[in-house]
């Protein structure tokens, strides 16, 4: 299959109508920028030769051209098929149609689409589209941009065809659509048996489920009866041993041991009850012995307190009248050091009151000074100001600035420019009279002899002779002249409004400006340094100082002394204060050691008299604390009951060992391990008696129904159902077994013959694969044809682990071999690639070339779609710009 030629309008952005022709066998780029329509143009062939021309609904929407309406998508394709010649038109949407001609036939609507699924081998969808599963051999070699390095993705057709070119090479593999039948046929059989993984299906698991379950239940029955012998050997050996128990009295024995043994604890615990009570009276005898002893120890502890507070009282006393003659020395000390102080303060208050006057004569004195200097200041500083205002003033009468100044010369410079352009054109005349003859212009005597240029219509007036009418020629003499008096109308009035008569005044007054703006600047550059803050602030400023001398001064309006001699006085002063201060500060460091002094003695006083007050306070409340005891209880009575309590102690001592001696040769351990022993034998025994005899009934009821039942013949008719069950599975077995066997046998023979079958692909590929990559191999999957792995460097790499450029590789040259394979058996092969290899580097790209070389001088048509076309310039291909193929 070869295609000619095709044409495209109103399909998706493609509004005008494209033509690309002059297609050949062989190689042909059809290159366009970014955005232009080349994709476009493969999904306009797509649906040309594979939609229904009746498309409709979103299908149809995604063919109209964006944004427009009332429009009716078309394709055009000229195309050669087994050596006839084909035109396809196909419009869709409101003028849909479909039409075919070739070798002298006419086909049109659904024919026409029948005929070309004839001759191009594909199948439509039922509605909407088409995919790519449904355009055949295009589905395969018609590569969409960005998809170029995905797999294969073959389509049902696509497979068919392949497989019937191979198999046309090769001969039918496996006996061909019989053998594939064959082998379908045994699979399905198989697949009654065993699932695809190998598990067992029910016509297998259900007889093996089968022998499971009636040996589950046989060996069930087989439990039951075996438990039914050993609960008849129970249930005698149960009879035999209540029996046991009532011939032996073995039950009355055992709670004769239990009533003796609870006796025996009754009178323990009548005796552990006295003991109890003789331990209590003992500990009642304790504390009174120890309450009584107590006592008689509290008495003489607060005897010996009593002495020692008295004794207390009387150091405490003995203390205080040691301090009082040095306490009063130091009370005299203080008063006189006080007194010392009191003088000193005086004699410093009158220092300072004599200093306080001299500083405050001294800061007026420094304060009229100051304002002296600042009134100076401040008419130096009115002078200043005045003469930047006389100097403003003057700067106001002069009007030229910078900008005024710029505009004259630019008035000037184009009057320059359209005088010298006037005195270019004018024309020039010399007037040569004989004899005395004069020349006038406007009444005017002309300078004969001398050249003469006139720029406009003159006229001159010749004595003797006449007039001489001249009118200057070449340029637009008298559009200069209009634009030159326009131009100094504008430059004269622009000087009267400045005040100037021409430019070199307007010059000079714009320099005097400047004169004075700096002179200006110099003068408030004196005015800052006299008054930095400004005028204003400084006049305030002397205002201030006025107002504070006057607050100094007060009442006194005299002038004051100057600044050299009120310091001399305050210094004098500040002398006699400071040495006040020091006489102040002896007197005060003197007054506070004699207070330090007499406030200790003070207060060792106030403490030893504190402490004698408190001990005579104590000794006399102990005193009255121990007349108060004895008045109640003597101390003989205290001595007498103590003795008497620790007598009784004793007696309650020896009364308590003597019955805990008569608790100890009972043995309560003993005992009481004896009781639990007897108690819980006798319990045991009725419990283990009780069981058995409900066991025994038990039993003998189960056993009664159990021999009803006929446990034996349910053995045997089990084992009857398990040898049928058992042959069933045998069957079931044998049969799978076969069928697996078989189509084991079957799949291994496909396996070799798909080897057969895959080396016609593999012979095209191979010469493809060595070009750019050597020592590779590239496995196909044998069903579906589609990209497995490749091995190189002895490691197999799966296709989906590959990197994206080596991915398109493989997957073009692949479509390259299936391409020459198909091809070869006059299948309609023409392979499209809409920018195959964006992801190859310039190595590879170079090596994929010579592949698309080689692939095209088999005469195979490819057509190349892309935006690089700098990239396929090395091709040697035919390269059609899609800028080119516009029409109008």
Known sequence: MQIESFAVRDFRK????????????????????????????????????????????????????????????????????????????KGFG???????????????????????????GFSQPGRGAAGEEHRGL????????????????????????????????VGQVLGGERGRRLLSQVEEDTGK????????????SRPRQRVEKLEEELEKLRGELQAYDDQVNRLGDLQENLARYRRDGVLDRAKVEAEESNAAIRRLEAVEGRLDTARAQMEQANSAKDLAARAREDRRTLAEEVEEADRQAREAASIL??????????????????????????????ANEIWEVGRRTLDQARLADELQKLDQQFHQAQSLN??????????????????????????????????????????????????????????QPVDVGQPVRVTQNSVFRLHGFGALDVTPGGQDLAGLRTALNALESRLSAMLRRLGVVDLVSAEAAFRAKKDLEAQVENLRGELRGVAPQGLAVLETTVQNRRAHLGALAGSDRGNPPDVETAQSAEQAALGDRKEAERAAEQAMGERDKARHVHDRLLERRIHADAERRQKAEMAAARQTVLKEARRTVADDQLTAQAEKKARLLAERRSTCEAVRAECDDMNPE???????????????????????????????????????????????????????AQRDLERAEADGAAWKLLLETLRHAEREAKETFLGPVRERLQPYLRMIFPGTELRLKEDDLELVSLRRGGIEEPFANLSIGAREQVAVLTRLALADLLREKGRPVVLILDDPLVNSDDERFRRMELALTRAANSSLQIIILTCHEARYETLGAKIIRLADCRDG
């Not at 301090?323 to 007194?339: F, H, Q």
């Open 670 to 724: 003993a005992l009481r391990l004896e009781q639990q022993r007897a108690e819980a034998a006798y319990g045991a025994l009725q419990q283990r008696i009780h069981a058995d005899e409900r066991e025994e009934r038990d039993l003998a009821i189960e056993l009664r129904t159990l021999g009803q039942r006929g446990l034996a013949e349910e053995l045997e008719q089990k084992k009857g159902e398990l040898e049928i």
């Open 386 to 443: 005045e003469r930047v205002e006389r100097k403003r003033e003057e700067m106001a009468h002069h009007l030229v600035n910078e900008d005024h100044l710029d505009r004259l010369q630019d008035l000037r410079q184009e009057q320059i420019r359209l005088e010298s352009a006037l005195e270019a054109a004018a024309a020039t005349l010399v007037f040569s009279p004989e004899g005395q003859q004069g020349v006038s212009l406007d009444g």
């Open 138 to 169: 295009a589905g395969l070699l018609w590569v969409e941009q960005g998809r170029a390095f995905q797999p294969l993705g073959m389509n049902q057709d696509s497979q068919t065809v392949l497989r019937e070119a191979i198999e046309g090479e």
């Open 321 to 350: 009248n040691d301090l009082e003659p040095d306490y009063g020395d130091a009370k005299r000390s203080l008063a006189e050091a006080e007194e010392r102080l009191a003088t000193c303060n005086r004699g410093l208050d009158k």
């Open 193 to 204: 048996y065993f699932t695809k993984t190998g598990r067992e299906r029910a016509e297998l």
């Open 14 to 89: 493609l509004t005008e109508q494209v033509s690309v022709q002059g297609l050949q066998p062989g190689i042909t780029v059809i290159a366009g920028d970014n955005e232009e329509g080349k994709s476009t143009l493969l999904r306009a062939l797509q649906s040309g030769f594979f939609d229904r021309y009746k498309l409709s609904g979103k299908s149809l929407e995604q063919m109209m051209p964006f944004g427009a309406q009332g429009v009716s998508p078309r394709v055009e394709v000229d195309f050669q098929l087994a050596g006839t010649g084909y035109r396809l038109s």
């Open 94 to 120: 409101r003028n849909a149609i479909a039409k075919l001609e070739g070798d002298g036939n006419r086909w049109e609507g659904e024919a026409a689409e029948e005929q070309l699924q004839r001759l191009l």
